[in-house]
Each structure stands twice: as C-alpha cells, then as structure tokens.
C-alpha cells in the first residue's frame, strides 16, 4: 500500500509503524475512502464552525454549583490559542508527539483537538497513571512535550525530568506563569491547520492493560473519522440534537469516540464529567438531559441497582441510547438497566488496536444473547488455531478485517495480532448463519475443566442474577484432577454475609441456571474487584492471587 506525502517533519511515527507485510487487511473503499489530505480536528472542528454551527453547543461541564456551556465557535478559540503554543511558543513541529493528560473536560478535549490540527500526535493518558507508568509511556513514544492538568503534576513532573526528548511541559488550571490557560487572554488568532496525509499518524492510543504491559496503538487521521462514519453514524446513528455523557476517560478510546469525536462529527453536543459515581452519572442525565450515555456494564449494574433502590429518585427519561462496551455484559445487567430505564442496551465488541466498536447492534437489530453483527465495512470471521473460517455455531478464534487494524509501535505482538490478514482480538466467541456474534470469554479466560471449555462471563452472569450478589468475577485455578477449577470471586450487596452457606447457595444457584459442570467450585467474598482506571475487569490480577 504506497503512503500518502506525509506533512510530518519529524517522521518518528510513520517510520515506527510495523512493516506492511504484518497489516491487516484493510477496507478502504465507499465511505471509507479517504483523500489524501485530512485533518481530523479540521473535519470535527473547523467544518462544523464554517457549517453554521459555531453558536451551537459542543461542550457542557460542571461549573461551580452549575454548569457552563461552550459552543463550538468557543471550542474552536480554546483549540487555536492551543495550537499556537504548541508549534510558536514551543517551536514543536508537524509529527512530535505531545503526552495529554487530565480529567475528562473542556481543556483536555480542546489539547487533544490542537495537537491533531497542528500535526502533531497526540498521546492520551488515564489520569490515575503514576510516574513509572507515565515514563514508559513518553519513553516508548519519545514524546517532545506534555500538556497537563496542573493538578496533576505531581506523578508527570518526575517522570517527564527523566526523558531527555520532554523539551516542554505545560498546564492549565494551577498558578504557573506560562499556563495555557492564560493564552485566552490574548485577542483570538486562527490558526491555519496542518495539511496532514490521510494516513499520517494523529493518535498512540495505549491500552488499558487488563493483560499486563500496555501496547502503543498508532491511529491515522483517517482512522478517527473512520469510527465517526462507521459505528457512530452507521449503529448509534447519532445526529445533532444528541448529547453524550458517561465516564470513560479520553485514553481510553472507547471515551475518545463516545464523549468527544462522535458528538463533534455528528454536530452534537457532550457532557464532560471529570469522575462520577453511580448516583452522580445519574444526577447529571437529568440535569443535562442527555440522551446518549457510555460506559461500562459495572456502572450500569451500580447505576440500576441505584435507581431500584430509590424509585423516582433519577429521572433518565431523555436517554435513547445506552452503549456498553469494554468488557462482557452480562444478560442480568441488560436486563436491569431495561427494567430501570426501558432503554435496550446497544453492546458492543471493540479493542484500542481498531480504535472503537467494530460489532455491535441497536434498536431492532438486537438478538439476544448477541454482541450484534459487524459495523458495516468490517467483515468479522470465527476462526481455528490455522486462522481458517470455522462453521456456524462453533466456538473459536474471532477475526476482523475493515478499514482500521492494529499497528503496534515497536512491538513484536504485532504478529501475533494480525494473522493470516485478519485483526484476532483475543475473544472467543461463535456467530450464527445470520452473521450475529455470541462472545464466550477472552481467548485467554477461557477455563478448561475436565475437558469442557467454559466462558468465565457465563459464569458471572449466572452468579450476578443471585439477589445477594453486586459483582462478580470467574477465573480458572489450577486443579490436579481437572486441570482446572472454576473460581468466582463476589461481592456482596450490603445487608448479607460471606459465609459457607452463601457460598453453597450461589453454587447450587448456577447450577439451576446454566449447565451444571459450569459452577464455580470455589467461592471466595471479596471487598472489591481489581479494575482498570476504566472500568474493565482485571482477571490476571486475580489468576495472580491463586
């Protein structure tokens, strides 16, 4: 595949990509054929402005006992004043990469938007990393410069002081002399964006590590926009009198699509919550009214349990869409978030290394038990160890193929990634003769016990729908006369109390509501679950306690 010029001057990232013979294969035709020359801030951004949408609401966030609105016009001013910092008074140049990190907001979305339209690459991180993580980070990706939450600093300060190639470290909020924020004060300058290849680099995206070490994900401009008119525009369906709202933060690309690129690619607006409990997620639905919200299956277990325990409390009556993606949703969590809200839940498979969801279904399209099909322009497969399509109903190997795919930087599990052409993402599932996909675990919590292959998300759900239970997680232990036992980890609700006889109850409960060989022979009340900053469940943490 020939590249497109690239406006970058530093070339770092596009000669880091892994050699073409380890891509996937790619779709780039119909509505994912791309010009050569595209901005994605531009397209996000600056089109929505010159489209007569300058007045129009982009961003709400808390303010005070209130909240602020900003327009995209205003957005658009945060986003220059950025960009001319960045490449005047810092002197980077098209193709650094600039380290991003702080809360969800208005800042951190407007720093994300100027590093794109300066041609710069951004490299987002999760608020909660501390400085061993950040300096890996800046390390791998040989960052030239760090924008930060002031209130932040104290884990990037160190880690930054010990990468030679950090030339720059900026903030907004805080009481620096040079803060970003203080570049508002100056009369507004446009700024002209870089006129960056379609397939330049923008975005490293790091995932979230529920495996162990995190892998840079290297993203084109195209890449954005490919999720913006694929899932976003294809299965959400989002349009311009939308509002987003969830917790995922910007890191995490799933929050990156959900809270920031959708809405602005579709001229809508969201609501940008720095953190959020259960109740509070559910104070500012109604306060804000919006109407599509993001996160994880968790979270909307906590936030229906919230809502069952206060009736009339949270009122969610201008939600249509709810998207649930990151990990396994469990029927008994779809099934309380629709008896709290009488909203269907849209699942969704997706990974960092394709950027956002490439499987999910809505509305009518949802079967049950059914992750969804494949967002139009991805071809999904299940798959055998030979990377060879396997027959409906049986379980295997899922691969996809569209017009994004995994380039790791500077990694050797780019191999083991891509094979045979096809994007493996770790899930084991099966699809049926319809094209519909039943996830049955990640490839890697798959238990075999005694010969039989069990998911350990069939596991929890069967667990969750005990009514003593809040959460759940099943990992397999090793077992010298099975090879491998079943072991579900619970937290409890208030009010009741790990015991044996709990513990026989909620083996004798899974019994009753899935094969009976499936039930956990351990049991084991825990406090609280290990989790990513996003919410996912870390399995191998637990694998590592046993």
Not at 14 to 38: F, H, I, K
Not at 380 to 400: C, I, M, S, T
Request: glycine share 8%.
């Amino acid at each position: 595949m020939a590249f497109h010029p690239s406006a970058h001057v530093d070339g770092f990232a596009r000669a880091s990509l892994p050699p073409e013979s380890e891509w996937p294969v790619m779709n780039l035709t119909g509505t994912y054929a791309y010009p050569p020359v595209l901005n994605a801030a531009v397209l996000m951004l600056d089109d929505a402005v010159a489209e007569g949408h300058g007045d129009r609401p982009a961003i709400i966030a808390p303010e005070g006992s209130g909240w602020r609105t900003i327009s995209y016009a205003e957005l658009q001013r945060w986003t220059d004043a950025i960009a001319h910092v960045l490449t005047g008074e810092l002197g980077l140049v098209p193709g650094n990469r600039v380290l991003l990190r702080g809360f969800n907001g208005p800042w951190m979305a407007a720093a994300w938007l100027a590093t794109l339209k300066a041609g710069l690459v951004a490299v987002t991180t999760m608020p909660m990393l501390r400085s061993v993580e950040l300096r890996v980070v800046m390390q791998k990706s040989r960052c030239s410069a760090a924008l930060c939450d002031a209130r932040l600093m104290a884990e990037l300060a160190p880690a930054a002081a010990d990468v030679p190639s950090v030339r720059h470290v900026r903030t907004w909020g805080g009481d620096a002399a040079d803060r970003l924020d203080l570049a508002l004060s100056a009369p507004p300058r446009a700024y002209a964006a870089c006129p960056t290849a379609s397939d330049d680099v923008c975005l490293i995206a790091f995932t979230s590590g529920t495996t162990g070490v995190p892998k840079g994900c290297m993203h084109f401009h195209r890449d954005v926009m490919a999720m913006c008119h694929g899932f976003a525009a294809q299965v959400l369906r989002a349009k311009a009198d939308d509002r987003c709202i969830g917790t995922p933060p910007f890191a995490f690309t799933f929050g990156l699509g959900g809270l920031l690129c959708f809405p602005m690619a579709a001229r809508a607006s969201t609501v940008l919550l720095e953190k959020a409990t259960p109740e509070q997620l559910l104070q500012a639905i109604a306060a804000t009214r919006a109407t599509i919200t993001w996160t994880a299956p968790t979270m909307y277990r906590a936030m229906a349990l919230a809502m069952q325990a206060s009736p009339g409390t949270f009122d969610t009556s201008s939600l249509r869409q709810s998207v649930s993606a990151g990990e396994a949703l469990p029927d008994a969590t779809r099934t309380l978030w629709r008896a709290a809200t009488g909203i269907e839940m849209l699942d969704g498979i997706g990974a960092t290394e394709m950027i956002h969801i490439f499987i999910g279904a809505s509305g009518s399209d949802v079967r049950i038990g059914a992750i969804g099909k494949a967002v139009p322009g991805y071809t999904v497969a299940v798959l055998d160890d030979n990377v060879q399509p396997l027959p409906p109903g049986e379980v295997g190997r899922l691969g996809v193929r569209g017009p994004t795919g995994c380039r790791y930087l500077a990694d050797d599990r780019q191999s083991r990634y891509v094979q045979g052409g096809w994007n493996l993402t770790g899930d084991a599932c099966s699809m049926d003769a319809d094209g519909y996909v039943f996830f049955k675990a990640r490839t890697d919590d798959l238990i075999i016990s005694s010969g039989y292959n069990i998911g350990a998300p069939e596991v929890e759900a069967a667990v969750l729908a005990h009514a003593a239970v809040s959460e759940c997680a099943v990992v397999g232990v090793p077992d010298d006369e099975r090879g491998q036992a079943v072991k579900a980890f619970v937290v409890l609700k208030p009010g009741h109390e790990g015991n044996d006889a709990l513990a026989r109850a909620l083996q004798e409960h899974v019994k009753a509501t899935i094969a009976p060989y499936k039930y956990p022979r351990l049991v084991e009340f825990v406090a609280s679950l290990p989790k990513t900053d996003t919410g996912k469940l870390q399995r191998f943490r637990l694998k590592e306690t046993t």
